[in-house]
């Protein structure tokens, strides 16, 4: 089973899938972000030769993941290079950009 990799933008029926993914894995780090904010952070990033772009994953025809390149003002400490005291970093809740 080899994975089809395509643009998000070449596929845009899977918009609100994409975005709900994003929002429930992520929407809790920035504050005030909704599905609706998820949702139209998405439509942003259609791009094919610039960025923001997204990319989606098919197996067998069903979506199955995605991946996104993106200009991010966000910095996730804790999602780096850690200093010996990790327990001490707690992830931090950014107000959304947009």
């Keep these: 089973m080899k ?29 005030g972000r909704t599905l609706e904010t998820a949702k139209s952070k998405v439509k ?12 989606v994953c098919y197996l ?11 200009h991010s003002e966000y910095i996730h ?3 780096g290079p850690q200093p010996l005291n990790r327990k001490n970093i707690q992830p931090r809740r950014f107000p959304d950009p947009e």
């Design 3 to 31: 994975p089809d990799i395509r643009y998000l933008s070449d596929d845009t029926g899977e918009i609100a899938t994409v975005a709900d993914w994003l929002y429930q894995e992520w929407g809790h780090l920035v504050e």
């Design 44 to 55: 942003q990033s259609l791009g094919q030769d610039e960025i923001p772009m997204t990319l």
């Design 60 to 70: 067998n025809g069903e979506l199955v993941g995605t991946a996104g390149i993106d």
């Design 77 to 79: 400490l804790y999602l």
